[in-house]
């Protein structure tokens, strides 16, 4: 596979669930990133990990946890949602965080619904 | 923070007609990168066209180029003989030199192309 890839691509879940987001990168990229998607709002960045390290935290839940085992995979976990948390969420990848080179490339997304 | 504006919610053409997408933003920096992003129904997000900020010439990329205008913080994009693929969302996007890991995303603006 190339680019980036996430799964589920649909996610449903109860408030109480635990579930997890999976988004892996065939691109050689250093950095990984997650946006939160919501209709007529712009894209929130919630995450950065440059080489596995975090380095962004943009204000989010503690509800939401996120795992960079290595440069090419990056998790989200999630955990007593609200309903409010339903939003597609994109996964992206730059080779730099800073510098001409850190155009992102996304992922697919993974529809999340929170019942 | 900075704020990227993109005050048209939706747009339409006629196919091979040209139309522009405008966005503003606003910033105190003075070296910084300006994209804009497409994303089709149920596909992914990718690069359309970057400009920096250093660079006075506008960007083109074969149907799509911008007209950045630095002093008044206008960033729009013009669609050259449209085709029916160019349908989707489309984003403006901000990212500062110096900081790096942070995108500042518009709120999009919907492109039907009408055949």
């Known amino acids: 596979e190339t680019g980036v890839t996430q799964t589920p691509r649909h996610l449903v879940m109860g408030m109480t669930n635990k579930k997890s987001l999976k988004c892996e990168q065939h691109?050689?990229?250093?950095?990984m990133y997650w946006y939160k998607q919501s209709a007529k709002k712009p894209l929130e960045l919630m995450f950065v990990y440059s080489l596995e390290e975090r380095v962004e935290n943009n204000s989010v839940p503690s509800r939401f946890s996120p795992e960079c085992p290595n440069s090419s995979h990056l998790f989200l976990h999630l955990h007593t949602l609200q309903p409010e948390d339903s939003a597609l969420y994109l996964c992206?990848?730059?080779?730099?965080?800073?510098?001409?080179?850190?155009?992102?490339?996304f992922g697919p997304g993974t529809r999340l619904t929170v019942l | 923070a900075q704020t990227v504006t993109q005050s048209q919610p939706e747009m339409s053409v006629q196919e091979a007609e040209t139309v522009t997408l405008s966005c503003t933003y606003d910033t105190s920096e003075s070296d910084y990168y300006l994209f804009w992003y497409k994303q089709p129904p149920s596909r992914q997000m990718i690069l359309v066209i970057r400009q920096e900020a250093y660079k006075q010439q506008n960007a083109t990329e074969n149907r799509f180029s911008v007209n950045f205008q630095k002093a008044a913080k206008s960033f729009s994009l013009k669609i050259s003989d449209s085709q029916l693929g160019d349908a989707a969302m489309y984003f403006c996007a901000y990212r500062s030199a110096s900081t790096g890991n942070q995108f500042y995303f518009g709120t999009g603006t919907s492109l039907t192309v009408i055949p």
């Open positions: 992206a990848s730059s080779r730099e965080t800073s510098g001409y080179y850190n155009e992102q490339f």
């Open positions: 691109l050689g990229h250093n950095a």
